[in-house]
């Protein structure tokens, strides 16, 4: 139980594109879940806390505007890349608070902005 | 939150025990130790979970001293499919205000 689904496993997007990363909880409920990113050769990065209904909370640094985060369900929370450039090629790592289980992550989208 | 320290890498061969230590000083009553592992281009599986004493699973021990301030994860008889990042983190896993920070992990290589 307590499995996560993270969609694409991986993308290719122009500059200045928008790309839009999904992560599910597909048997449980969660009221929160965390995004993160991780660059080759790193451990991951906290960018943000995603609350069902209400507005994400953001890490220092990771910039709110660009990086859009929307959880309007108990099942679903998006991150969206707004007007990507080279730089924001990574690793993309959603994970959830189960409850039961404890955190519980996505397996990962690979982003490449060419 | 507590910071944890790692071995940035560790080597072994198949069939060996690995113990990894991890250092978390800072640690809190209601804190709580967990380790992931990640492959590459996947994200950290749970693997063992403790708060004090010791802790198995089918995969692995976790070791705590009584002052709880390190914690060793012990892998036996390693085969080359354990060669993954091994991540300690510390705190109120079961709180949803609390955030999974993690640090550096540590790099283990499995050998023939």
């Known amino acids: 139980g307590a499995v996560v689904s993270q969609h694409p496993s991986w993308v290719i997007c122009k500059s200045g594109t928008s790309v839009k990363i999904e992560c599910r909880s597909l048997?449980?409920?969660?009221?929160?879940m965390f995004w993160y990113r991780q660059f080759p050769k790193q451990s991951l990065m906290l960018m943000a806390t995603?609350?069902?209904?209400?507005?994400?909370?953001?890490e220092q640094g990771v910039e709110k505007d660009k990086f859009l985060i929307n959880h309007a369900s108990l099942t679903l929370s998006t991150l969206t890349v707004t007007s990507a450039h080279p730089e924001d090629s990574s690793f993309y790592i959603c994970?959830?608070?189960?409850?039961?289980?404890?955190?519980?992550f996505g397996s990962g989208t690979r982003l490449t902005v060419v | 939150l507590a910071k944890t320290t790692q071995p940035i890498s560790m080597d072994s061969y198949e069939g060996q025990e690995v113990n990894i230590t991890c250092s978390h000083n800072n640690i809190a009553t209601n804190d709580y130790i967990t380790w992931y592992q990640q492959f590459p281009s996947q994200g950290p599986r749970f693997i063992i979970q403790?708060?004090?004493t010791k802790v198995t699973n089918e995969v692995a021990s976790l070791f705590i001293p009584a002052d709880r301030k390190s914690s060793t994860l012990s892998l036996p008889r390693v085969s080359l499919s354990d060669t993954a990042v091994y991540y300690c983190?510390?705190?109120?896993?079961?709180?949803?205000?609390?955030?999974?920070?993690f640090g550096s992990g540590t790099r283990l290589l499995v050998r023939p």
């Open positions: 983190l510390v705190g109120a896993s079961k709180d949803s205000s609390y955030k999974l920070i």
């Open positions: 048997d449980f409920q969660a009221t929160t």
């Open positions: 995603s609350n069902e209904g209400s507005k994400a909370t953001y």
């Open positions: 403790g708060y004090k």
């Open positions: 994970s959830a608070l189960t409850g039961t289980y404890g955190y519980t």
